[in-house]
């Protein structure tokens, strides 16, 4: 047997790994320290590979001095989560590797501090008698067990974020790490100022815009001890702390924890697993927690924590309406303000407060199409319609396409083409027309492009230099701005655009979210909901903003249909160029694993063509292989992709694995 080695844990050696031979009397598994002849001298090692054959000239192999005692060093507890993610998302382990395993890239200057300064230290306003007596209940129950999971489950503006505070402030008077993941768009601003301002110079960052440099010099800094908080989207996941003493999860269901390359993993998953290895505690906090976490919490996996109210005295849940569109139609106002969302408004003005108006879609409008031929311009690559953007350029949001607006319809020849619908750009423009006296900011995809501009736009809401902000989804999250008294949802159906499984799940959230943005502050809130499709349950649901109304007609919903988390499946997405080819790999395949399947009673759904069948000029199909045990559906994956490589000799198929 040989084995391959590698000497230096890190992101950049992974591809330098050495083989050596495994004498007889030892055995060996994948991620055991070992001790090998290395140069003129011994070294220590990991060992990330066993095989039967050398891919070397053999009597140039040395032999394996001898394995090393188990160790729980930082290196060894990362390596053990790649090597988990290799099986668990089924991916091979020197991708897992190059996830998990920091980058050791010497920067040559290093980043200046930042240019906000986060002079003033923010003080930690005493707690109110709810959140005592949360914490209280946490800190006894994280000292009970060895690695307990635990979700705060709180009304948006409950005080969650301030009693994380005070558990990080625990765990660090005890010479503790801390991981405290947030979603992407709510660092780039308050939260990061809060955490920055409440533990000076302890806390690392990281985020999507920062260089490899910049990333690598913050993992090197909890590495060196020099900082023992780090506050990150997914990836803090990996900070090599190697005392970790709590993992937070704030904004628990947020989508963007789950990675969308290989591997794809799920923070929650990830997180327990470090927490496992670390012997530490890991806490989800969530407003509107995910189906699945929820059900973990009422069969006692997950410990509940619930906050009620508010924190702020005289801070309450705001006023929710929902308004019928198609009323407003046959009344005959065909603007897409309701009067009652246009008085709203107006009244906001007058008063000096502030409104955020969201939005669902980017662009000015999202389909063009032809009243000639009826056919609308779709995407040459894509199964989906151009978006229409002020500039004049027709744009696929998938794949990145673009093209000038033809005069004439590509179709017909017709001159009739014309676009439909409205998106932020669109909603911008209307905006100033029908509040000309408003200051206005818009805040999606396209005006947060450059470096610098997310916390611009926030930042300039913050101060007040607007008086409406306007946006997609990332508007809602997180923020908090005590003069905002107003939300308005342009049109709330198209939350429910998606056709899977999740989606009620994912407007309740989205909805839940924008509401807890009014009235955060002594102000009363309002929220208003427009749609043309009222009679939606989870409008309805949402309107009542009862989390528990929603989970329990959640819960039969999915009870019934067997969905997760009431069975356990497994997606498989396979894409390839040619939708012929792809069809006869899949149907072959199939029939290969037919009677497997049958064996360990597992149920086989598909082929069916992807909500966006074509897509970059791929055509993607998927499978979903059903069974209750976890294992059993490893296996089958597994089996799958042997069988499917038996016929697909050259792995041209793509294959992209979801476990639900
Ligand atoms: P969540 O994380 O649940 O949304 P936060 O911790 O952000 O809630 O609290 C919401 C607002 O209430 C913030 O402005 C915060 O500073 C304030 N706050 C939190 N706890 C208290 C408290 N005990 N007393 C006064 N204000 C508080
Ligand atoms: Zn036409
Ligand atoms: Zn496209």
């Known amino acids: ?23 007889t009397e030892i055995s060996l598994s994948v991620g055991d320290p070992v001790l090998i002849p290395f140069g003129r001298g011994k070294k220590k090692g990991y060992v990330i590979g066993i095989e039967e054959l050398a891919d070397f000239p053999e009597e140039k192999i040395k032999d394996i001095f001898s394995p090393l005692e188990k160790e729980f060093s930082v290196e060894k507890q990362l390596l053990d989560l790649a090597i988990w993610m290799a099986e668990e998302y089924g991916t091979t382990l020197n991708q897992c590797l190059k996830t998990v395993l920091p980058v050791k890239k010497k920067t040559k200057n290093r980043t200046k501090p930042g240019k906000i300064q986060y002079g003033n230290p923010y003080p930690a306003p005493k707690l109110n008698a709810e959140q005592e007596e949360v914490l209280f209940a946490m800190q006894e129950y994280f000292q009970e067990e060895e690695a307990p999971s635990a979700l705060l489950f709180g009304v948006t503006g409950s005080g969650k974020t301030e009693l994380y505070l005070r558990l990080i402030e625990d765990c660090l008077a005890k010479g503790k790490e801390v991981i405290y993941l947030i979603p992407e768009i709510s660092l780039s601003h308050q939260s990061r100022m809060r955490v920055e301002g409440r533990f000076p110079g302890q806390v690392a960052i990281l985020h999507s815009k920062m260089s490899q440099g910049e990333r690598a010099e913050s993992m090197e800094k909890c590495r060196s001890g020099e900082v023992k908080l780090l506050l990150g989207p997914r990836s803090a996941l990996f900070a090599p702390f190697s005392n970790l003493g709590l993992i937070i999860i704030d904004e628990e269901q947020e989508r963007s924890y789950k990675s969308e390359t ?11 697993k470090r927490g496992e290895l670390a012997k530490c505690p ?29 924190a702020v005295e005289g801070s309450f849940l705001p006023k929710l309406t929902l308004i019928d569109l198609r009323k ?8 897409i303000f309701s009067k009652a969302l246009e008085e709203a408004v107006l009244k906001r003005l007058e008063r000096g407060e502030q409104t955020i108006l969201f939005m669902n879609r980017r ?14 311009l779709n995407c040459p690559h894509c199964d989906v319609s151009l978006t229409l953007h002020k500039n004049g350029m027709l744009q696929c949001h ?33 905006c100033h027309a029908v509040f000309p006296k408003a200051r206005i900011l818009r805040m999606d995809g396209d005006t947060t492009g450059k470096k610098g501009k997310y916390e611009e736009i926030l930042q300039d809401f913050a101060q007040e230099k607007a008086d409406i902000l306007l946006g997609t989804q990332m508007i809602v999250k997180g923020h908090d701005f005590p003069k905002v008294t107003l939300v308005g949802i342009m049109a709330a159906e198209q939350l429910f655009f998606q056709s899977d499984f999740q989606a009620r799940e994912y407007a309740f959230q989205i909805l839940t979210q924008a509401a807890g943005r009014a009235g955060r502050g002594k102000l009363p809130g309002e929220v208003l909901i427009q749609s043309y499709r009222p009679e939606e349950e989870v409008l309805e649901l949402a309107m009542e903003q009862d989390y528990f109304a929603f989970y329990q007609s959640e819960k039969k919903f999915r009870q019934r249909l067997e969905y997760p988390p009431f069975a356990r499946m497994l997606a498989i997405q396979c894409s390839y160029q040619e939708e012929e080819f792809l069809s006869l790999m899949l149907e072959k395949t199939i029939k ?16 069916f063509p992807a909500t966006i069948y074509k897509l970059k000029d791929n055509f993607r199909k998927i499978i979903y292989i059903k069974q209750e045990s976890h294992d059993i559906i490893i296996r089958l994956r597994n089996l799958f992709v042997e069988e499917l490589r038996k016929e697909d000799k050259r792995s041209l198929i793509q294959l992209q694995f979801d476990l639900l």
């Open 398 to 430: 998938y794949c990145g396409y673009s093209r000038k607006l033809e005069k004439n319809c590509p179709n017909c020849g017709s001159s009739y083409i014309s676009p439909f619908g409205t998106g932020t750009e669109k909603l911008e423009k209307i």
């Open 282 to 310: 890991v806490l989800f906090g969530s407003a509107t927690p995910s189906v699945n976490i929820f059900r973990e919490a009422e069969e006692g996996k997950v410990r509940l924590f619930t906050l009620k109210n508010r």
């Open 328 to 335: 407003e139609l046959e009344e005959g106002n065909r603007s």
């Open 262 to 272: 290989a591997p794809r993993y799920e923070s929650r998953d990830v997180a327990r």
């Open 592 to 607: 290969r694993i037919r009677g497997k399947l049958e064996k360990e009673q597992a149920e086989l759904f598909g082929p």
């Open 363 to 376: 662009g000015y409008s999202p389909f063009v199409s032809c009243r000639k031929c009826g056919k609308s």
């Open 1 to 23: 047997m040989f084995a391959k080695v590698i000497v230096d844990i890190s992101h950049e050696s992974i591809d330098k790994c050495f083989t050596y031979r495994v004498p």
